[in-house]
T-cell receptor, first 115, second 112 residues
Framework: DTAVSQTPKYLVTQMGNDKSIKCEQNLGHDTMYWYKQDSKKFLKIMFSYNNKELIINETVPNRFSPKSPDKAHLNLHINSLELGDSAVYFC??????????????FGSGTQLSVL | GESVGLHLPTLSVQEGDNSIINCAYSNSASDYFIWYKQESGKGPQFIIDIRSNMDKRQGQRVTVLLNKTVKHLSLQIAATQPGDSAVYFCAEKGGGYQKVTFGTGTKLQVIP
């Protein structure tokens, strides 16, 4: 039973296309996240949702639109893909983002390659 | 936000030796610190954490040390094993809805 599962694991697409990545967690957590990891392994937060409500929105191009239909799901839609969007995208969840001792549980990542 | 120009630091350790991975954190207001381990092809996984009112915490084969004066965090792994080979990240967090911020990561290579 995978705690945080995201699909697809690999995504290869052409510049200009629109694509979505899906994420689901079965941990009963209230908060979900999208992180982007570049080729140097640097992890940067993109978005955070708490109980379907957006609470963190970093300086991310508005081509990226997260959607949380319920607290167990957080999807990421990307419009007009660019070469610089190539990265590994990680979904994560935590029990409560306001808790100081917040532990993140990560999915296994989606490797996006834009050609 | 990209780490352009930065290298991923690498630490090579002989199997059985102890490993020490260091991290300098940025926010003096952070009050919670975490170490994550990321194996190849997987997401980061929680290893151990420490709150700012402590300076040392021990787990199974791992110890985290916190020096708030110089904003330094370290992870010690005793008797390093091949399965410890991974990228290790320190992360910090303040209170409330503050985000968890990750450091640049250190790659640990265990030499059999």
């Amino acid at each position: 039973d995978t705690a945080v599962s995201q699909t697809p694991k690999y995504l290869v697409t052409q510049m200009g296309n629109d694509k979505s990545i899906k994420c689901e967690q079965n941990l009963g957590h209230d908060t979900m996240y999208w992180y982007k990891q570049d080729s140097k392994k640097f992890l940067k937060i993109m978005f955070s949702y708490n109980n379907k409500e957006l609470i963190i929105n970093e300086t991310v191009p508005n081509r990226f639109s997260p959607k949380s239909p319920d607290k167990a799901h957080l999807n990421l839609h990307i419009n007009s893909l660019e070469l610089g969007d190539s990265a590994v995208y990680f979904c994560a969840s935590s029990q409560e983002s306001r808790a100081t001792n917040e532990k993140l549980f990560f999915g296994s990542g989606t490797q996006l390659s834009v050609l | 936000g990209e780490s352009v120009g930065l290298h991923l630091p690498t630490l090579s350790v002989q199997e059985g030796d102890n490993s020490i991975i260091n991290c300098a954190y940025s926010n003096s207001a952070s009050d919670y610190f975490i170490w994550y381990k990321q194996e190849s092809g997987k997401g980061p996984q929680f290893i151990i954490d420490i709150r700012s009112n402590m300076d040392k915490r021990q787990g199974q084969r791992v110890t985290v040390l916190l020096n708030k004066t110089v904003k330094h965090l370290s992870l010690q792994i005793a008797a390093t094993q091949p399965g410890d080979s991974a990228v290790y990240f320190c992360a910090e967090k303040g209170g409330g809805y503050q985000k968890v911020t990750f450091g640049t990561g250190t790659k640990l290579q265990v030499i059999p």
